[in-house]
């Protein structure tokens, strides 16, 4: 059952002739067992070149094609510059299964396959394509017990999306009866958190056993102990280095030292037998090593152009250096990479120069310019300009490293002076935003001797800015990135105004960690820049607005953000200035204005989610994990966050996350607050980040709050005092500061706590239930008891209001602790039963075993909840019982955790037997029984 449609190994090499390598193969054939029982899996098979990990591919693809459907590819390293090449090679010749995929999903794999131009494919979208067509494809030949093998040799050599799309499906495999095999030399990222097989030299005795197998001739012992010991057991190395030694050297080894790496060698050796091949020969296997996809129409193409008649090819064949099946292969990977690089320059020049007039420009425009650009020289325009064009393709389709790469070439063979520059700089922009900031700085470091014009100058300020940000938050970037902005003003104003905003942010998210004063200097000179600028549009108003946040406080602030929150509200932006309605949504959060964050930050989410605009979505999550807090839903909060890690694992990039950290210190998972704020403040001092460092003394102060342990809070959030101006976390801390510093009888630090909050609301507090009731909350704390009652009852009632149930169980535990304290008992437990409830439904573990003290020490024993069946559940079955609680199909569990359908379905008929229930309508009442 192996598909024939993909590059198959030589028949000679056999599961049966592989020595010393049972723990490898018996680690592949459970892999092909899971497959045949519907159950999946995946492993990475690592180890040097030549060490046998083709050999142990061909194996697992004899073995498995006997019982279920093989799809295989080899990953080039031509190819690396192409997005979705690779998965292109893999699952290309499998979209007849794509008929019954959801539209979104086939027309990712449509435009990522070049059939259809759709803008970017989303990430998240592209890996559950790829899952349910692979899992449609097992399932396709169930008569003869399904199941689905797919093999990837030389994944190093994957372009970046293809990896990552590829690496996060075989992550989430589950019941489709698929198995993913990648073979690579070194794992790196995104593999390093797959299942790992290392494959090492063979022992003395099955090294020899080869040698003898590979070349039975008489060997002189010295020779065969030298071999074996150069060899250090590598397969291939023995099977290929005897050929290459002269009749003296076998009988006595002469000469036989030699210093070369053994890669060197194995290719020096192999290079020796294909030399011996005639000169249209030879240029038949380079023309195929120029070529990773195999198709024999263009090899013939090219090969009639280059007077190559079919005779080589069968003398390629013959030699052992290609395989013919429904497409063209090598014997061997190294077979390829050693004939392309020992190649001379021309010679390459003149078979991708064939490869090129033979490809369909309508077809495989990419590679056509591509193939094109290997064989060009001299500066060409036309050549160049083919690169551009592909570059803008690439982009579309979400390859950003592929963009970078076609515009770097095409710089190079740019005749213009100009025109080379600008490219240049695009390919530098490019090579950061695919997560390369060191080569955009070289990139931009070429430029240094050439004259530019002044919008180069600003342009290239703005990359070199953004690369020293994110490689090292260099303390300079907000200031680098200012320069930028204003050189950028009078020849990019939108262009200037993203400057402006990520200049804010870096000062604002470095505070005391960066250059003293950057927020402050960057604050004004926006307000310097925009101080004539009357436009009402949503991005101007956001970004004036938060420059007056920042220098002269939300007093100033407050009616210019207003107006941007209601243009924002009003007048959505779209898909591509989605970034605008982040800050705007942060901008809410820092003016207490709920109902804005709320509709911001959910209309924000689901237009990144339908645009696949997977460089906002992160941060919107983030966001709207935010909500799901106040709402006292933590389990949500929680799925949002591996909504969070899903993409990330996917597109590569790297966003802080706080979520886990809050959720734990909601739900008082203390050892887990500590763990995870100690790494934040580690991260946060290694990036200048002071941001960072909030977080982590909030989420701890809180955690210890809810623990009782409020000497242990104050010392974590008193430190944010002198910088609440900050806003943000820092501004929120000063609750948590006051409940602290009241229970230690800190009262001064408590009433600079309150008095700074008062400050800060002051411009909000009769039009924000939100502000009111923190400062009501807060001032309580410090009031007597009779005094108290009052402000405590209004953040209750306030709390109610705007639908923050979590903060007004709090306001409820620290109302009847009070009332018990002053010896009110029965007033006490109205307010300490209330709590306990509320607190409970939300997950706020510590704070309502705090209300279950309270309540004990009234006189009154609550009931406590035992551990429920819903506690036996794994963490991915009680995720799906969440959402098929909520409503979700099993289609859309599977969008949501990134698996497929048939997966969720699977994960709930699980559910239903642990929690003893037969339906989703029961599903309410038994996760109730966990307090989480």
């Given at each position: 059952?192996?598909?024939?449609?993909?590059?198959?190994?030589?028949?000679?090499?056999?599961?049966?002739?592989?020595?010393?390598?049972?723990?490898?193969?018996?680690?592949?054939?459970?892999?092909?067992?899971?497959?045949?029982?519907?159950?999946?899996?995946?492993?990475?098979?690592?180890?040097?070149?030549?060490?046998?990990?083709?050999?142990l591919?061909?194996?697992?693809?004899?073995?498995?094609?006997?019982?279920?459907?093989?799809?295989?590819?080899?990953?080039?390293?031509?190819?690396?510059?192409?997005?979705?090449?690779?998965?292109?090679?893999?699952?290309?010749?499998?979209?007849?299964?794509?008929?019954?995929?959801p539209?979104?999903?086939?027309?990712?794999l449509?435009t990522?396959?070049?059939?259809?131009?759709?803008?970017?494919?989303n990430?998240?979208?592209?890996?559950?394509a790829?899952?349910?067509?692979?899992?449609?494809?097992?399932?396709?030949?169930?008569?003869?017990g399904?199941?689905?093998?797919?093999?990837?040799?030389?994944?190093?050599?994957?372009?970046?999306?293809?990896?990552?799309?590829?690496?996060?499906?075989?992550?989430?495999l589950?019941?489709?009866?698929?198995?993913?095999?990648?073979?690579?030399?070194?794992?790196?990222?995104?593999?390093?958190?797959?299942?790992?097989?290392?494959?090492?030299?063979?022992?003395?005795?099955?090294?020899?056993?080869?040698?003898?197998?590979?070349?039975?001739?008489?060997?002189?012992?010295?020779?065969?102990?030298?071999?074996?010991?150069?060899?250090?057991?590598?397969?291939?190395?023995?099977?290929?280095?005897?050929?290459?030694?002269?009749?003296?050297?076998?009988?006595?080894?002469?000469?036989?030292?030699?210093?070369?790496?053994?890669?060197?060698?194995?290719e020096?050796?192999?290079?020796?037998?294909?030399?011996?091949?005639?000169?249209?020969?030879?240029?038949?296997?380079?023309?195929?090593?120029?070529?990773?996809?195999?198709?024999?129409?263009?090899?013939?193409?090219?090969?009639?152009?280059?007077?190559?008649?079919?005779?080589h090819?069968?003398?390629?064949?013959?030699?052992?250096?290609?395989?013919?099946?429904?497409?063209?292969?090598?014997?061997?990977?190294?077979?390829?990479?050693?004939?392309?690089?020992?190649?001379?320059?021309?010679?390459?020049?003149?078979?991708?120069?064939?490869?090129?007039?033979?490809?369909?420009?309508?077809?495989?425009?990419?590679?056509?310019?591509?193939?094109?650009?290997?064989?060009?020289?001299?500066?060409?325009?036309?050549?160049?300009?083919?690169?551009?064009?592909?570059?803008?393709?690439?982009?579309?389709?979400?390859?950003?490293?592929?963009?970078?790469?076609?515009?770097?070439?095409?710089?190079?063979?740019?005749?213009?002076?100009?025109?080379?520059v600008?490219?240049?700089?695009?390919?530098?922009?490019?090579?950061?935003?695919?997560?390369?900031?060191?080569?955009?700085?070289?990139?931009?470091?070429?430029?240094?001797?050439?004259?530019?014009?002044?919008?180069?100058?600003?342009?290239?300020?703005?990359?070199?800015?953004?690369?020293?940000?994110?490689?090292r938050?260099?303390?300079?970037?907000?200031?680098?990135?200012?320069?930028?902005?204003?050189?950028l003003?009078?020849?990019d104003?939108?262009l200037?105004?993203?400057?402006?905003?990520?200049?804010?942010?870096?000062?604002?998210?470095?505070?005391?960690?960066?250059?003293?004063?950057?927020?402050?200097?960057?604050?004004?000179?926006?307000?310097?820049?925009?101080?004539?600028?009357?436009?009402?549009?949503?991005?101007?108003?956001?970004?004036?607005?938060?420059?007056?946040?920042?220098?002269?406080?939300?007093?100033?602030?407050?009616?210019?953000?207003?107006?941007?929150?209601?243009?924002?509200?009003?007048?959505p932006?779209?898909?591509?200035?989605?970034?605008?309605?982040?800050?705007?949504?942060?901008?809410?959060?820092?003016?207490?204005?709920?109902?804005?964050?709320?509709?911001?930050?959910?209309?924000?989410?689901?237009?990144?989610?339908?645009?696949g605009?997977?460089?906002?979505?992160?941060?919107?999550?983030?966001?709207?994990?935010?909500?799901?807090?106040?709402?006292?839903?933590?389990?949500?909060?929680?799925?949002?966050?591996?909504?969070?890690?899903a993409?990330?694992?996917?597109?590569?990039?790297?966003?802080?996350?706080?979520?886990?950290?809050?959720?734990?210190?909601?739900?008082?998972?203390?050892?887990?607050?500590?763990?995870?704020?100690?790494?934040?403040?580690?991260?946060?001092?290694?990036?200048?980040?002071?941001?960072?460092?909030t977080?982590?003394?909030?989420?701890?102060?809180?955690?210890?709050?809810?623990?009782?342990?409020?000497?242990?809070?104050?010392?974590?959030?008193?430190?944010?005092?002198p910088?609440?101006?900050?806003?943000?976390?820092?501004?929120?801390?000063?609750?948590?500061?006051?409940?602290?510093?009241?229970?230690?009888?800190?009262?001064?630090?408590?009433?600079?706590?309150?008095?700074?909050?008062?400050r800060?609301?002051?411009?909000?507090?009769?039009?924000?239930?939100?502000?009111?009731?923190?400062?009501?909350?807060?001032?309580?704390?410090?009031?007597?008891?009779?005094?108290?009652?009052?402000?405590?009852?209004?953040?209750?009632?306030?709390?109610?209001?705007?639908?923050?149930?979590?903060?007004?169980g709090?306001?409820?535990?620290?109302?009847?602790?009070?009332?018990?304290?002053?010896?009110?008992?029965?007033?006490?437990?109205?307010?300490?039963?209330?709590?306990?409830?509320?607190?409970?439904?939300?997950?706020?573990?510590?704070?309502?075993?705090?209300?279950?003290?309270?309540?004990?020490?009234?006189?009154?024993?609550?009931?406590?909840?035992?551990?429920?069946a819903?506690?036996?559940?794994?963490?991915?079955?009680?995720?799906?019982?969440?959402?098929?609680?909520?409503?979700?199909?099993?289609?859309?569990?599977?969008a949501?955790?990134?698996?497929?359908?048939?997966?969720?379905?699977?994960?709930?008929?699980?559910?239903?037997a642990?929690?003893?229930?037969?339906?989703?309508?029961?599903?309410?009442?038994?996760?109730?029984?966990?307090?989480?």
């Open positions: 059952m192996t598909d024939r449609s993909t590059p198959q190994p030589p028949r000679t090499r056999r599961a049966t002739a592989l020595l010393g390598r049972d723990r490898e193969l018996a680690r592949l054939w459970s892999l092909v067992d899971q497959a045949r029982q519907g159950r999946s899996g995946a492993v990475v098979v690592s180890g040097v070149a030549g060490v046998g990990k083709t050999a591919l061909d194996a697992l693809a004899d073995r498995a094609g006997q019982d279920v459907r093989v799809v295989r590819m080899i990953a080039a390293e031509s190819e690396v510059c192409l997005p979705y090449a690779g998965l292109e090679l893999l699952c290309g010749h499998l979209m007849e299964a794509a008929g019954d995929l539209e979104p999903q086939r027309q990712a449509e990522a396959f070049g059939v259809r131009d759709a803008g970017m494919p990430p998240l979208v592209m890996g559950l790829v899952r349910n067509l692979l899992a449609n494809v097992a399932a396709a030949d169930d008569d003869s399904g199941g689905l093998v797919c093999v990837v040799d030389d994944a190093h050599w994957l372009d970046d999306v293809s990896a990552r799309a590829l690496a996060s499906v075989a992550r989430r589950g019941t489709e009866g698929v198995a993913i095999v990648f073979a690579m030399r070194e794992v790196d990222e995104p593999f390093t958190d797959l299942p790992q097989l290392r494959v090492e030299g063979l022992g003395d005795d099955d090294a020899r056993a080869l040698l003898g197998t590979a070349f039975p001739g008489a060997l002189d012992e010295r020779v065969r102990d030298q071999l074996i010991a150069d060899s250090a057991g590598n397969p291939l190395a023995l099977r290929v280095l005897p050929r290459s030694l002269s009749p003296t050297e076998l009988a006595g080894g002469f000469g036989l030292a030699r210093s070369m790496p053994l890669q060197s060698r194995i020096e050796s192999i290079l020796a037998r294909t030399d011996l091949l005639a000169e249209p020969t030879r240029r038949l296997l380079l023309l195929a090593a120029a070529d990773p996809t195999g198709d024999p129409g263009l090899l013939w193409r090219a090969s009639a152009a280059l007077d190559i008649g079919p005779e090819l069968d003398a390629a064949e013959e030699a052992g250096a290609l395989v013919r099946a429904a497409r063209v292969s090598f014997s061997h990977p190294l077979v390829r990479s050693a004939v392309y690089r020992a190649a001379q320059p021309e010679e390459r020049r003149l078979v991708h120069a064939a490869l090129a007039d033979a490809t369909y420009v309508d077809r495989d425009p990419d590679r056509r310019a591509w193939h094109r650009a290997n064989a060009t020289v001299q500066p060409d325009e036309e050549v160049a300009s083919d690169l551009e064009t592909s570059a803008v393709r690439a982009r579309s389709r979400g390859g950003a490293a592929a963009a970078a790469a076609f515009l770097e070439r095409a710089a190079e063979l740019t005749p213009e002076q100009g025109r080379r600008d490219r240049l700089i695009a390919a530098a922009t490019a090579k950061h935003d695919a997560g390369a900031p060191e080569v955009a700085l070289r990139l931009l470091d070429s430029l240094r001797d050439e004259p530019l014009a002044p919008v180069q100058e600003a342009l290239t300020g703005r990359v070199r800015a953004r690369a020293h940000y994110a490689l938050r260099d303390r300079r970037a907000p200031r680098m990135l200012l320069h930028a902005a204003r050189r003003e009078p020849h104003p939108a200037a105004r993203d400057t402006y905003i990520e200049a804010l942010s870096a000062a604002v998210y470095a505070g005391r960690l960066g250059e003293p004063g950057a927020v402050t200097e960057v604050a004004e000179v926006i307000l310097e820049a925009t101080e004539h600028d009357s436009s009402e549009r949503a991005q101007d108003l956001i970004l004036r607005g938060q420059a007056l946040l920042y220098s002269r406080g939300p007093e100033a602030a407050l009616p210019t953000v207003r107006r941007a929150l209601k243009a924002l509200v009003d007048d932006p779209g898909a591509s200035a989605l970034h605008w309605m982040w800050f705007g949504a942060r901008t809410a959060q820092d003016v207490w204005d709920t109902e804005a964050l709320r509709t911001l930050t959910q209309r924000q989410v689901e237009i990144a989610r339908a645009g605009v997977v460089t906002v979505l992160p941060m919107a999550l983030s966001l709207l994990m935010v909500l799901r807090t106040f709402d006292g839903d933590l389990d949500a909060a929680e799925a949002i966050c591996d909504d969070i890690d993409i990330l694992a996917i597109t590569g990039h790297a966003v802080p996350q706080y979520g886990r950290l809050f959720i734990a210190a909601y739900r008082g998972h203390l050892d887990e607050v500590e763990r995870r704020a100690r790494q934040l403040r580690e991260d946060a001092y290694e990036r200048g980040e002071a941001y960072a460092l977080a982590a003394n909030m989420a701890e102060a809180l955690a210890y709050n809810g623990a009782g342990r409020y000497a242990e809070a104050l010392a974590a959030g008193r430190g944010e005092l910088y609440a101006d900050e806003l943000g976390h820092a501004m929120r801390t000063l609750l948590e500061i006051v409940e602290a510093a009241v229970r230690v009888d800190e009262r001064a630090v408590a009433q600079e706590a309150l008095e700074r909050l008062e800060l609301t002051q411009p909000v507090v009769d039009d924000s239930a939100w502000a009111h009731a923190v400062v009501s909350l807060a001032r309580a704390q410090l009031l007597d008891p009779d005094e108290a009652e009052a402000c405590f009852q209004a953040a209750i009632d306030d709390f109610d209001r705007i639908r923050v149930p979590m903060l007004r709090r306001s409820q535990l620290l109302y009847g602790e009070m009332l018990r304290r002053a010896g009110r008992r029965v007033d006490a437990r109205a307010q300490l039963r209330a709590a306990y409830a509320v607190l409970s439904e939300c997950g706020l573990t510590a704070f309502a075993e705090r209300a279950q003290r309270e309540l004990r020490a009234t006189g009154e024993t609550l009931r406590t909840r035992g551990a429920g819903a506690e036996e559940l794994t963490d991915q079955e009680l995720n799906v019982a969440r959402l098929a609680r909520e409503g979700c199909t099993n289609r859309e569990i599977g949501r955790l990134f698996i497929s359908a048939h997966t969720a379905e699977w994960h709930l008929r699980k559910v239903y642990k929690l003893g229930i037969r339906s989703r309508n029961q599903l309410q009442s038994a996760l109730s029984d966990t307090a989480s």
